[in-house]
């Protein structure tokens, strides 16, 4: 057959390329042209959108000058704060506060106790106190405060720590340095890292909402200036708990060998999820996000050079990235780490996991999804695998904690709740 007359899959389509060099040019100029013009559309957009939900919180809550701070409430200050973890800051606020416990762990006083306790002497249960500790503060954070789901964490962290405090194991500085952390770091990292600082309205929530916890927590602050007087607003708080904190790492935070026996098991636990060939970087990482007080108190040494400028830019480039380039997160994509009701065994589900998956549902997603096959190819274990280890009906807020608390301290929970129910209303703390 004449090669003239022989059918292609384009001639038998009623399709004809054009292999006219003009032609072609002139359709790469015309996408180079698209290109030109829809990235300025584009990067417009985000211009005015990036900061909606900020104007939008300015609008919602009308605190326009620092007297106004002093009428803030606890309901306010959870909503604003939850805003920052669901919908802003979801990865960075989510890892400051992993680096606050963390953090907790250069105070010798505060090591030395977790390691009598054997919670970290093997991976198994610092797995678990990983989990435990995550559940108790996302039920706190994620819930109105006088809600039943957060008044139970309460109680509970309340009746976990009760006989430590008592009995003088637990210092009651090192009790508030460690509320003081949950409220500084997430203030700095955003400062540090992300691709827009606090407001005050912000801070003041964050400041608001832990003083509020540190209440429920039975904390006293008699070691900050205005302790015993009282401070004006959430601001204020956040401001002596930053200087004290401060000033008790100069005075508190030494190297000594419990502060490095119990990092390195957390550092196993933050790394869980990394391939052992890269477990020397994600090391590396971690003391990059390390300050050189925090590095030394843990016997850790600096990363290399080139390592911590590679993670800079990384950073810079993140920053970038998500202040000009990226749209804001919808609140249908809300980062939510739990289930918002109980399941049929009265029971709350984690609804993912970034160590062992502890209390996560055995559903097909969370055994047969991406997160679940790039989990089976790292050999680490999937929810509902070897039986009840990882509690795969769920947790109870009565009885997290470790195993030889289960099923304990329930009267004594209920007394705490009972007391919480009056003098736990979400109203402001400063009145």
Same mark, same amino acid.
């Given at each position: 057959?004449?090669n003239s007359t022989q059918l292609t899959p384009g001639k038998f389509l009623g399709f004809v390329p054009n292999t006219d060099p003009r032609v072609a040019g002139l359709g790469f100029q015309q996408l180079v042209t698209c290109v030109c013009l829809l990235l300025p559309a584009y990067a417009f957009l985000v211009s005015q959108l990036r900061f909606r939900y900020l104007q939008r919180l300015h609008q919602k809550y009308p605190y326009t000058t620092r007297e106004s701070f002093s009428r803030m409430t606890d309901d306010e200050a959870c909503e604003i704060q939850k805003g920052l973890v669901q919908l802003e800051f979801p990865f960075l606020y989510l890892k400051s506060l992993q680096f606050a416990l963390f953090r907790t762990y250069g105070i010798p006083t505060i090591s030395t106790v977790l390691a009598n306790t054997?919670?970290?002497?093997?991976?198994?249960?610092?797995?678990?106190?990983?989990?435990?500790?995550?559940?108790?503060?996302?039920?706190?954070?994620?819930?109105?405060?006088?809600?039943?789901?957060?008044?139970?964490?309460?109680?509970?962290?309340?009746?976990?720590?009760?006989?430590?405090?008592?009995?003088?194991?637990?210092?009651?500085?090192?009790?508030?340095?460690?509320?003081?952390?949950?409220?500084?770091?997430?203030?700095?990292?955003?400062?540090?890292?992300?691709?827009?600082?606090?407001?005050?309205?912000?801070?003041?929530?964050?400041?608001?909402?832990?003083?509020?916890?540190?209440?429920?927590?039975?904390?006293?602050?008699?070691?900050?200036?205005?302790? *015993?007087?009282?401070?004006?607003?959430?601001?204020?708080?956040?401001?002596?708990?930053?200087?004290?904190? =401060? =000033?008790?790492?100069?005075?508190?935070?030494?190297?000594?060998? *419990?502060?490095?026996?119990?990092?390195?098991?957390?550092?196993?636990?933050?790394?869980?999820?990394?391939?052992?060939?890269?477990?020397?970087?994600?090391?590396?990482?971690?003391?990059?996000?390390?300050?050189?007080?925090?590095?030394?108190?843990?016997?850790?040494?600096?990363?290399?050079?080139?390592?911590?400028?590679?993670?800079?830019?990384?950073?810079?480039?993140?920053?970038?990235?998500?202040?000009?380039?990226?749209?804001?997160?919808?609140?249908?994509?809300?980062?939510?780490?739990?289930?918002?009701?109980?399941?049929?065994?009265?029971?709350?589900?984690?609804?993912?996991?970034?160590?062992?998956?502890?209390?996560?549902?055995?559903?097909?997603?969370?055994?047969?999804?991406?997160?679940?096959?790039?989990?089976?190819?790292?050999?680490?274990?999937?929810?509902?695998?070897?039986?009840?280890?990882?509690?795969?009906?769920?947790?109870?807020?009565?009885?997290?904690?470790?195993?030889?608390?289960?099923?304990?301290?329930?009267?004594?929970?209920?007394?705490?709740?009972?007391?919480?129910?009056?003098?736990?209303?979400?109203?402001?703390?400063?009145?």
């Amino acid at each position: 057959m004449d090669n003239s007359t022989q059918l292609t899959p384009g001639k038998f389509l009623g399709f004809v390329p054009n292999t006219d060099p003009r032609v072609a040019g002139l359709g790469f100029q015309q996408l180079v042209t698209c290109v030109c013009l829809l990235l300025p559309a584009y990067a417009f957009l985000v211009s005015q959108l990036r900061f909606r939900y900020l104007q939008r919180l300015h609008q919602k809550y009308p605190y326009t000058t620092r007297e106004s701070f002093s009428r803030m409430t606890d309901d306010e200050a959870c909503e604003i704060q939850k805003g920052l973890v669901q919908l802003e800051f979801p990865f960075l606020y989510l890892k400051s506060l992993q680096f606050a416990l963390f953090r907790t762990y250069g105070i010798p006083t505060i090591s030395t106790v977790l390691a009598n306790t054997a919670q970290f002497s093997k991976p198994e249960t610092s797995l678990k106190r990983y989990a435990d500790t995550a559940a108790l503060v996302q039920e706190f954070v994620g819930h109105a405060p006088t809600s039943r789901r957060a008044c139970t964490s309460i109680a509970r962290t309340r009746w976990i720590h009760s006989s430590y405090r008592a009995s003088g194991k637990i210092l009651e500085d090192d009790m508030l340095y460690t509320l003081g952390l949950f409220a500084i770091q997430p203030v700095r990292f955003v400062k540090m890292y992300e691709w827009r600082d606090l407001s005050d309205l912000e801070r003041c929530a964050i400041g608001t909402f832990w003083k509020s916890l540190g209440d429920s927590l039975n904390i006293s602050y008699d070691a900050l200036p205005s302790g *015993k007087t009282g401070f004006r607003d959430g601001l204020h708080w956040l401001e002596e708990m930053m200087a004290w904190s =401060d =000033d008790y790492e100069v005075r508190c935070m030494v190297p000594h060998v *419990k502060n490095r026996e119990v990092a390195e098991q957390t550092i196993a636990v933050l790394l869980y999820m990394l391939p052992q060939s890269l477990q020397f970087i994600g090391m590396r990482f971690v003391s990059f996000m390390m300050d050189d007080r925090l590095r030394k108190a843990m016997l850790i040494d600096p990363p290399p050079a080139f390592d911590a400028k590679l993670f800079s830019l990384l950073f810079s480039a993140r920053r970038f990235a998500l202040r000009y380039l990226a749209l804001p997160r919808p609140y249908v994509l809300r980062y939510v780490s739990y289930t918002d009701d109980y399941n049929e065994s009265g029971r709350i589900y984690m609804t993912n996991w970034d160590a062992a998956p502890y209390y996560v549902e055995p559903s097909l997603r969370n055994r047969w999804g991406p997160i679940a096959w790039l989990t089976w190819a790292l050999g680490r274990p999937l929810p509902g695998d070897e039986g009840d280890k990882y509690y795969p009906k769920g947790y109870d807020n009565l009885d997290v904690g470790p195993k030889y608390f289960e099923g304990k301290g329930r009267q004594a929970m209920e007394d705490i709740m009972k007391e919480l129910e009056t003098t736990r209303r979400g109203q402001c703390p400063f009145h």
